[in-house]
């Protein structure tokens, strides 16, 4: 690793004002195990780290008027074994726990995951599905960005210089919203998915019909994949086995996954059929009649 | 460029002046000479480098010791008691939880820490914590006898 400067401000302003003096030559670290990887591979080469860690309460996780407040720098294994978290958004607890290992969600966080636009990573999908927003506070203002719009292309975020995500901002499912998180790891388990799946769906009270359904999918393109389509397929319908069948093999139009060491974009894109199909039958078992 | 950052390793207060690049891991084999912990991957992924920093497992190879000015750090040095072995080092040599060796180090240091967090952890949690603690030598079964045997005798 080259040398650079670092500086661990103790507040967010000054952390700020830093970003916006130093311009692209700094970057924001907060656990680093993004980061620090992509600097010891010398893919990029800043000149000073500005740490968050020592900011106070940005690693808050709280739930205010219904919605969950997570701070940018909880750990993924905070969020993972918060109550409120496990009780209320149970999706996101399952999401979180499944991320790499212990000592890597022991180190990294919340807004760090976000904020590297690595379209392998487990969280985005999960809180597309949520519809959750992302907040951005740069030194001259703040705006909230819904997390499914954050994704520009491989890597990259629509976080611009001198902005810093703060928090992200969880509504509470719908009630009686079923729910589903899948991850297919054909080779170890603390692997990146091949393809990973979010669902959150709600039934029309008494009857089969599907009120409202949000499908999302990691490992499946360059950002995290919304599957439009397939919700509009099944918006209003019957959930019949057949319509869920239909529903999913939309899916494959909506990705387009990225070939590697864990198979070919064809083969991905038929997984991501298979497993959006699963994500949707679990969501359906687990939504109130 | 170079910063003074204070730590308490195995108990006791430190203060180091380091460049801000210089890895956890470097910092303590280098410059403290604390060689039980090892360096694998340096990527993260393989285990060998695990210590606790304020109690928790995380990976010393791609962590700049600047990140953990302030914090309590552990290793495998820092277990043994006026001599006494750990109840997990004890149990890592009696029931055979090593071969080279080279990944006991970090094995034990998560291990540790999965204890001190739920000391009487089933079969499963214990392979679900240890997932990401690889063995070269492929001995897991021995590794896990050994912190089931370690959890019983911490009862």
Request: net charge negative; with cysteine.
């Given at each position: 690793?080259?040398?650079?400067?670092?500086?661990?401000?103790?507040?967010?302003?000054e952390?700020?004002?830093?970003?916006?003096?130093?311009?692209?030559s700094?970057?924001?670290?907060?656990?680093?195990?993004?980061?620090v990887?992509?600097?010891?591979?010398r893919?990029?080469?800043?000149?000073?780290?500005?740490?968050?860690?020592?900011?106070p309460?940005?690693?808050?996780?709280?739930?205010?008027?219904?919605?969950?407040?997570?701070g940018?720098?909880?750990?993924?294994?905070?969020?993972?074994?918060?109550?409120?978290?496990?009780?209320?958004?149970?999706?996101?607890?399952?999401?979180?726990?499944?991320?790499?290992?212990?000592?890597?969600?022991?180190?990294?966080?919340?807004?760090?995951?976000?904020?590297?636009?690595?379209?392998?990573?487990?969280?985005?999908?999960?809180?597309?599905?949520?519809?959750?927003?992302a907040?951005?506070?740069?030194?001259t203002?703040?705006?909230?960005?819904?997390?499914?719009?954050?994704?520009?292309?491989?890597?990259?975020?629509?976080?611009r210089?001198?902005?810093?995500?703060?928090?992200?901002?969880?509504p509470?499912?719908?009630?009686?919203?079923?729910?589903?998180?899948?991850?297919?790891?054909?080779?170890?388990?603390?692997?990146?998915?091949?393809?990973?799946?979010?669902?959150?769906?709600?039934?029309?009270?008494?009857?089969?019909?599907?009120?409202?359904?949000?499908?999302a999918?990691?490992?499946?393109?360059?950002?995290?994949?919304?599957?439009?389509?397939?919700?509009?397929?099944?918006?209003?319908?019957?959930?019949?086995?057949?319509?869920?069948?239909?529903?999913?093999q939309?899916?494959?139009?909506?990705?387009?996954?990225?070939?590697?060491?864990?198979?070919?974009?064809?083969?991905?894109?038929?997984?991501?059929?298979?497993?959006?199909r699963?994500?949707?039958?679990?969501?359906?078992?687990?939504?109130?009649? | 460029?170079?910063?003074?950052?204070?730590?308490?390793?195995n108990?006791e207060?430190?203060?180091?002046?380091?460049?801000?690049?210089?890895?956890?891991?470097d910092?303590?084999?280098?410059?403290?000479?604390?060689?039980?912990?090892?360096?694998?991957?340096?990527?993260?992924?393989?285990?060998?480098c695990?210590?606790?920093?304020n109690?928790?497992?995380?990976?010393?190879c791609?962590?700049?010791?600047?990140?953990?000015?302030?914090?309590?750090?552990?290793?495998?040095?820092?277990?043994?008691?006026?001599?006494?072995?750990?109840?997990?080092?004890?149990?890592?040599?009696?029931?055979?939880?090593?071969?080279?060796?080279i990944?006991?180090?970090?094995?034990i240091m998560?291990?540790?820490?999965?204890?001190?967090?739920?000391?009487?952890?089933?079969?499963?949690e214990?392979?679900?914590?240890?997932?990401?603690?690889?063995?070269?030598?492929?001995?897991?079964?021995?590794?896990?006898?050994?912190?089931?045997?370690?959890?019983?005798?911490?009862?």
């Amino acid at each position: 690793m080259i040398d650079f400067d670092y500086r661990a401000p103790t507040s967010l302003d000054e952390a700020l004002a830093l970003l916006q003096q130093h311009g692209e030559s700094a970057r924001v670290v907060a656990g680093g195990t993004a980061l620090v990887i992509m600097m010891k591979q010398r893919l990029v080469q800043p000149e000073l780290l500005v740490s968050l860690r020592r900011v106070p309460e940005l690693d808050a996780i709280r739930a205010d008027n219904g919605t969950l407040r997570l701070g940018a720098t909880a750990t993924h294994r905070a969020v993972e074994t918060h109550p409120v978290v496990r009780e209320r958004w149970p999706l996101l607890a399952e999401t979180f726990h499944h991320v790499a290992t212990v000592r890597i969600r022991n180190m990294a966080t919340v807004g760090g995951s976000l904020a590297h636009g690595d379209p392998n990573q487990d969280p985005p999908p999960a809180l597309i599905a949520l519809d959750a927003r992302a907040r951005l506070r740069s030194a001259t203002g703040e705006r909230e960005v819904p997390v499914r719009e954050l994704f520009l292309d491989y890597y990259e975020t629509d976080v611009r210089p001198g902005e810093v995500l703060t928090e992200v901002l969880v509504p509470t499912p719908p009630p009686g919203a079923g729910w589903a998180w899948v991850k297919f790891l054909p080779r170890t388990a603390d692997d990146y998915a091949t393809v990973s799946v979010a669902c959150l769906l709600t039934r029309e009270p008494g009857t089969q019909r599907c009120r409202d359904v949000r499908l999302a999918l990691g490992s499946a393109g360059t950002t995290p994949v919304r599957a439009e389509a397939a919700e509009a397929a099944l918006r209003g319908e019957d959930l019949t086995p057949a319509r869920l069948r239909e529903a999913a093999q939309l899916v494959a139009d909506a990705v387009d996954p990225i070939a590697d060491f864990r198979g070919s974009s064809e083969y991905k894109r038929e997984m991501a059929v298979v497993w959006a199909r699963r994500a949707l039958e679990q969501a359906l078992a687990r939504a109130a009649a | 460029m170079e910063q003074t950052i204070r730590l308490r390793i195995n108990g006791e207060p430190k203060e180091l002046t380091v460049r801000p690049r210089r890895l956890l891991v470097d910092l303590l084999r280098y410059d403290l000479g604390l060689t039980g912990t090892k360096e694998g991957c340096s990527v993260g992924v393989c285990g060998a480098c695990t210590v606790l920093v304020n109690g928790k497992n995380i990976a010393s190879c791609i962590t700049p010791a600047v990140f953990v000015d302030g914090c309590d750090i552990t290793t495998i040095e820092g277990l043994a008691e006026d001599g006494r072995l750990h109840p997990l080092q004890q149990a890592f040599i009696d029931y055979g939880g090593f071969q080279c060796g080279i990944c006991t180090p970090g094995q034990i240091m998560a291990a540790k820490a999965l204890l001190d967090e739920n000391p009487h952890p089933t079969e499963a949690e214990i392979k679900e914590w240890m997932m990401g603690n690889l063995c070269r030598c492929t001995g897991y079964y021995k590794i896990l006898d050994s912190i089931k045997a370690a959890a019983g005798s911490e009862a």
